[in-house]
């Protein structure tokens, strides 16, 4: 079969690979319709990760059962499903909580928790860039669609990554109907916390960047666009909030932050969203941070750590969640939004190409070329 294979820092190609097969009786095995370029995929492209030069990238799939292993019962050969880009047993100790972005059994690693397809560090799964993918626990980790999931595709591929992880940023900061919000970062996920702050009836929700394409997205969703090549962002919210600061803030950049001059500042947006948000309110961090990132600009981000402002954290009282996102905890509910008519993040999608086209994709979506918001691969066709 085809995937998209990587080859090693800011190199990828399409190459025929080993079939992906049913290897466990609870396997199914889906083909690929519509599968996305996440951000997390450009940490990893960029040579930023351990990933290993010959494995498949591909952690947002969406696809038809084509085959199902003998221990599987709910799923069916013909159903159109999306997958959580966490690989998850459902049955071991943080499953059974609902933290399957922790899951123990997918991990082979004793000391680490969490799998995913196509990623560094989980698991040895390969990704669904490519015409076909093995899902392990089918019956768990397979959300079936229903008769509008070909009209809705771009909406419903949307549910195994960045909906549910941008509607996590706000359920870790605690967003609730009025809040003021601010969101560092307008890529697609940081889109997708403003969309889904928006949703929960956030009386004022500000986004942070400096790409023009990405802050217009913004704009067209309700939200207000701030340019922090133009203005201090920490400023501009006080402005908005009587000097207060936000109720709730997101942080949906991560480790790879750049200051407006284009130097890599790790701390940066985190550092911002502490002084922007007001006293005891409510922090959501989900941009990647690593334990190690020996290309950072520093020692200290080179060991995974950053200065934090923690003397400020601590004397406003507030509070922090962060993580990758348990998708399964809210993907159901995001798939009825969008089946209902209450939600569309496919307004994110610039750019739909067939699979040949992956390197393209990757090297313009990585330079944040202009109309590059969200690169959707469709290895079997639109």
């Not at 560094?120 to 860039?129: H, L, N, R, S, T």
């Not at 200065?307 to 507030?318: H, T, V």
């Amino acid at each position: 079969m085809k995937a998209v294979v990587y080859k090693g820092p800011n190199d990828v190609s399409v190459e025929d690979v080993p079939d992906a097969k049913i290897e466990h009786p609870a396997d199914v095995l889906v083909r690929i319709t519509s599968t996305n370029i996440c951000g997390s995929d450009l940490h990893m492209y960029e040579g930023r990760t351990s990933f290993e030069p010959g494995r498949t990238f591909g952690h947002e799939n969406l696809g038809e059962v084509v085959e199902t292993g003998p221990a599987v019962s709910k799923v069916k050969v013909g159903d159109r499903v999306v997958l959580p880009f966490n690989i998850a047993c459902g049955f071991c100790k943080n499953c059974d909580r609902g933290f399957t972005n922790y899951c123990l059994t997918m991990q082979p690693e004793p000391k680490l928790a969490g799998a995913a397809y196509g990623f560094a560090d989980m698991g040895p799964y390969q990704g669904g860039q490519a015409e076909y993918l093995r899902v392990p626990y089918g019956d768990f980790n397979c959300l079936r669609l229903g008769e509008d999931s070909v009209e809705k595709e771009l909406d419903y591929v949307m549910v195994a990554d960045i909906f549910p992880t941008g509607w996590h940023a706000t359920e870790l900061a605690g967003v609730y109907p009025g809040d003021s919000v601010v969101i560092y970062g307008a890529g697609p996920v940081g889109l997708m916390a403003a969309y889904s702050a928006i949703i929960k009836g956030a009386g004022k929700v500000m986004v942070v960047d400096r790409h023009s394409d990405r802050l217009k997205l913004a704009e067209q969703i309700g939200a207000i666009s701030v340019d922090d090549s133009e203005v201090d962002p920490v400023e501009f919210v006080k402005d908005q909030t009587m000097g207060f600061g936000a109720d709730r803030g997101c942080e949906c950049v991560g480790y790879q932050a750049h200051d407006p001059g284009g130097n890599e500042q790790p701390n940066l947006t985190l550092n911002r969203l502490v002084d922007s948000v007001r006293f005891v309110g409510g922090l959501g961090v989900v941009g990647v941070f690593l334990p190690q990132d020996p290309g950072a600009p520093d020692k200290l981000a080179q060991q995974g750590q950053v200065a934090f402002d923690y003397g400020n954290y601590w004397f406003k009282g507030q509070t922090m969640g962060s993580g990758q996102c348990p998708v399964k905890k809210y993907n159901r509910a995001l798939r009825d939004l969008i089946a209902g008519g209450k939600a569309s993040p496919s307004f994110l999608v610039s750019h739909e190409l067939p699979l040949d086209q992956a390197p393209e994709g990757y090297k313009n979506f990585d330079t944040r070329e202009d109309g590059w918001t969200k690169v959707v691969l469709h290895p079997a066709g639109a």
